[in-house]
């Protein structure tokens, strides 16, 4: 009979850790749909779906994009890896919906849906630029692009003659003002950097590094996660990076 009582204990406690597991689950389950129901701009500003997306969002972070940004998200300008936790976007604004479409198809990651519209030409090579014809520079050339740039930056005693060559060069010869605008000031809709913000993406805005750039171009990749993420994976990771920057500016 003993024998009887605690086999009837143990099968009555298997059920109710059973039922836990059950409610567990269905709980996890409707708190997944509920954020995949939701406009992913709008999470960061929703009770109950903030917290949890912050929380698996920097799990999801720390496993799958922390080797390239770092565990503190500020990338690396060695690498030419953008800051996460700036206000200096290199696509789209910051909005948790534009970082999912690079979290699920990339940068220049061979997915067709991924963003791709231009790459930073290197002119020190006889063809700069595959996908426009753009004349090679010379060293002189490029020694006054480099000064333009960095005039433009506040950096002082450069030659005016030297400095309104290179202002030219960019707007017209070079090409540079079709992506980063006749302004310098980038445009984050094909991912061309601010270049008159005194920040940037690779090096530190040295002569040495502006020219290494200007010759020798640029084009980093993104990895497309859209096999390697869950659909809800990819947006709480969009959401918490959305998270680190400081608010985006209301448009003018």
Known sequence: MTTRRSAVRIFVGALVVL?????WRHHVHEEEARMMRTDPDAILTTPGLRDTALKRGKEVFAENCASCHGADAKGSTLKAIPDMTDDDYLYGQN???DIEQIVLHGIRAGDTKGWNLADMPGYARAIPYAREKLPPLTPAQ?????AFLRAANGNGGYDEARVDRGRMMFKTTAGCGDCHGGDAGGDPAIGAPNLV????LKG??????????LERGLAGVSPAFIHRLSGYDARVVAVYTASLHPPTKPAQ
């Not at 530190?204 to 750039?213: C, F, K, M, V």
């Open 19 to 23: 039922a836990a597991v059950l409610l």
């Open 95 to 97: 909005t948790p919906s």
């Open 142 to 146: 490029t020694d006054d692009l480099v």
């Open 197 to 200: 913000d005194g920040k940037w």
């Open 204 to 213: 530190n805005g040295s002569e040495a590094d502006i020219r290494h750039t």
